[in-house]
């Protein structure tokens, strides 16, 4: 059955795209790669060398390779299995003995920033040591 002219369902056929496949395609190739790479994990390592502040136990083994694309986060919840404390207790963490970064933070925009020696030091205490 035919629509009257300028029904909902005629108008809906006839709209357009925004761009067309002919126009602009290189610019959504660029796009989509970009995107492509945006989702690669970085399988790149860094060298993180934990060192203890205060009264906190000193790790056996201190130099581990981490994952460069992963959070700091991620950092923090290996520190905690490696020393076996549990989620509620105490652990405070830093970077070159100056700031306490934020979880979200990836470890390799730290250690681009913060590397000392070719490795990123994360100093850990179960008090605040620096505010």
Known sequence: ????????????????????????????????????????????????????VGNAPIMKQNFYKITAANRFQAVIQFLRKELGWKAGEPLFTYINLAFSPAPDDTVSNLFKSFATDGHLIVNYSTTAAWG
Do not use: C, H, N
């Open 1 to 52: 059955m035919a629509q009257p002219p300028g029904s909902p369902e005629e108008l809906g056929r006839q709209t357009s795209l925004p761009w067309t496949p002919g126009e602009g395609g290189e610019s959504l190739m660029q796009a989509i790669q970009a995107l492509e790479t945006y989702k690669k994990k970085d399988p790149s390592k860094v060298v993180v060398r934990f060192k203890a």
